[in-house]
């Protein structure tokens, strides 16, 4: 059980990674509007509200696992942060943020601050936390910022404190750039250097900072051009975006490295990423490209506004975290500003037009 917990901790990185490894193994139960639901147009929109009626209890997301479900903070927090870049979907986004706070769900994504400690969860969380306006520094008793801090390494690398292993990666170092970019005390240097410094000679920013051979991977140059430009690396940032529109595949989507086809995870963070450093044409592409995978009016209702995968068809079981991806492309708004300021209360419904009485 505790390695299955530490598992779960990881879901600090992007959607992505989860979406591709264990498709099938992620459940999301429905659960009522919280409240009133009003019909858009816009796609972001549509996704997020599909988004919100996905909720367990209306407040979560949960991971099953060889037949046992398991609180899915990852998936959680992801969809926060969805409904913050379609600025709906309020009301859900404020419950779920409260079960992020609780003392058992918030130790057992972050680990208890001692002898276990995760430092992509505690980025992926203060970024959320700041997204919704709240206090980082005292948030389910626990100050993120502080907490984050403590995981540098003398390199700069953000690093897991645990008796299983370290899993960080390049997700949580841009995240945890981009989140404490938006503290008082900004990133620190040398924190930006070493995300700078990892980048791959043909422009790309790799997954493992390990590696034997450094390997571009599409969703952590998405990632780390979007930190890399909020801290004023705009050079190293425009290199990122060169490799991504060089390696967009010519239905304009974006695919996982190491694939062909693009998938809707991927192509969100690419787009996202694209939109906000000025790539409008390459943007475009994969923003429409999205929009190819979203269920429309000719869906079962139940499934409008939900994003597929890919292009193989609408899945329960990937469904949550694909749709929740590719809001953040759908919106174009980036990490770094992100907020959930004006959001609009309800989950909206994709708007249809009446059937036509026969």
């Known amino acids: 059980m505790p390695a299955l917990r530490r598992t779960l901790g990881l879901l600090a990185i992007p959607a992505l990674a989860l979406a591709t490894a264990l498709p099938a193994a992620t459940a999301a139960h429905a659960a009522p509007a919280a409240a009133t639901s009003s019909p858009t147009v816009r796609p972001d929109a549509a996704a997020s509200g599909w988004l919100a009626r996905q909720l367990?209890?209306?407040?979560?997301?949960?991971?099953?696992?060889?037949?046992t479900a398991y609180p899915d903070q990852g998936l959680t927090v992801d969809a926060v942060l969805a409904f913050a870049a379609s600025h709906s979907s309020d009301e859900s986004a404020a419950k779920a943020t409260a079960w992020l706070a609780k003392p058992e769900i918030i130790s057992g994504y972050l680990g208890d601050g001692t002898t276990e400690a995760y430092a992509g969860a505690t980025a992926k969380l203060l970024?959320?936390?700041?997204?919704?306006?709240?206090?980082?520094?005292?948030?389910g008793g626990v100050d993120l910022p502080a907490r984050l801090r403590s995981l540098q390494t003398a390199e700069g690398r953000f690093s897991d404190r645990s008796q299983w292993g370290d899993y960080s990666n390049a997700f949580g170092q841009s995240l945890a750039v981009i989140a404490l970019h938006r503290t008082p005390g900004d990133a620190p240097a040398a924190a930006v250097d070493f995300l700078a410094d990892s980048q791959c000679a043909d422009g790309g920013f790799p997954v493992s900072f390990s590696q034997a051979i450094c390997t571009s991977d599409p969703d952590a140059t998405?990632?780390?051009?979007?930190?890399?430009?909020?801290?004023?690396?705009?050079a190293k940032a425009n290199?990122?975006?060169?490799?991504?529109?060089?390696?967009?595949?010519?239905?304009?989507?974006?695919?996982?490295?190491?694939?062909?086809a693009s998938n809707a995870n991927t192509t969100?963070?690419?787009?996202?990423?694209?939109?906000?450093?000025?790539?409008?044409?390459?943007?475009?592409?994969?923003?429409?490209?999205?929009?190819t995978f979203q269920q429309g009016c000719s869906a079962d209702p139940a499934v409008r506004g939900a994003v597929a995968y890919d292009a193989s068809g609408f899945n329960v079981g990937s469904g949550a975290r694909a749709t929740a991806q590719a809001v953040l492309g759908l919106a174009g708004t980036p990490l770094p500003t992100l907020s959930a300021?004006?959001?609009?209360?309800?989950?909206?419904?994709?708007?249809?037009?009446?059937?036509?009485?026969?």
Do not use: I, M, Y
């Open 56 to 67: 367990v209890d209306g407040d979560h997301f949960e991971s099953v696992f060889n037949g």
């Open 127 to 139: 970024l959320a936390v700041e997204v919704r306006g709240g206090n980082p520094t005292a948030f």
């Open 222 to 234: 998405a990632l780390a051009v979007q930190a890399l430009a909020a801290t004023g690396r705009a």
């Open 239 to 260: 290199t990122g975006l060169g490799r991504l529109t060089a390696h967009q595949n010519t239905d304009g989507g974006f695919a996982a490295a190491g694939a062909s």
């Open 268 to 291: 969100g963070l690419a787009t996202q990423a694209l939109l906000s450093g000025g790539r409008l044409v390459a943007g475009l592409k994969g923003w429409s490209r999205l929009v």
């Open 341 to 358: 300021s004006g959001a609009r209360p309800d989950a909206p419904t994709l708007a249809c037009p009446a059937p036509v009485a026969r």
